[in-house]
């Protein structure tokens, strides 16, 4: 059934469980967020066009609910919060009837496929995603850290596709995907590319390390 929902144009993709830090400074927002908070209601992220105009953004039609899981307001108004992602949802039609854009929506599902060959492509993602991130904590020196991947498929999805340095537009098609078959499938091959590249970059700043022990003494 479709309903009426805030919508908060950005130049960021919110997923489904991933976490969003905003400053809220425009007048227009600190009412959207206000209204929100007050009646314990979300708003959508969406991502704005590149050819919007300022004030008169146009969102792509696909985005993320944000509940505030915390607010701290500042003593001239504007506003630090936390949205967490929820459900997607297709925008119907929008207005401005309020200082804000505003959307009639309807909530955006992946359909249903094979438990199998969501599990067959959940573990094919998982394993390159793991290569990834240990590769990425090894570069920064964090090898000791520890992570927890989602375990379900449609999860683990979403949260590869909010983790992968992506461009928006990438990270885009990937929120309007259908199927999360389709959306794992696309993450594999990309992860096919990115692993053995990053594998490599690694290799080679570990050798110039090796050449260089002390790097202090070219300065």
């Known amino acids: 059934m479709p309903f009426e929902l805030p919508l908060f144009p950005l130049n960021v993709v919110l997923f489904p469980g991933a976490d969003l830090p905003l400053h809220i400074f425009e007048p227009r927002y600190r009412q959207m967020i ?26 792509y039609p696909i985005g ?14 504007r506003m630090n919060l936390i949205a ?24 955006y599902e992946d359909l249903s496929e094979p438990e ?6 959940g573990i094919r993602a998982r394993e390159l995603f793991t290569s990834y991130l240990n590769i990425l904590l090894e570069v920064v020196g964090k090898e000791e850290v520890q992570f ?10 979403h949260f590869i596709a909010y983790f992968l340095d992506l461009e928006n537009v990438q990270k885009q098609a990937l929120l309007e995907l259908d199927s999360t078959v389709e959306r794992l499938k696309t993450e594999i091959d990309t992860l ?14 570990s ?13």
């Open 148 to 157: 927890d991947l989602p375990h379900p498929p449609d999860e683990l999805s």
């Open 207 to 219: 050798l110039y390390r090796a050449g260089n022990p002390d790097r202090s003494k070219l300065n």
């Open 64 to 77: 993320t609910m944000a509940e505030i899981e915390t607010l701290a307001r500042l003593e001239d108004g």
């Open 84 to 107: 967490r992602g929820g459900r997607r949802f297709r925008v119907l039609d929008q207005h401005r009837k309020k200082p804000y854009l505003t959307g009639i929506v309807e909530v």
């Open 116 to 121: 199998q060959v969501l599990h067959e492509q």
């Open 34 to 59: 206000n209204d929100c908070n007050e009646q314990h209601e979300p708003f959508g992220v969406v991502l704005a066009r590149p050819e919007s105009q300022p004030l008169f953004e146009e969102p």
């Open 192 to 205: 096919r590319r990115e692993v053995p590249f990053m594998r490599q970059m690694l290799s080679m700043s």
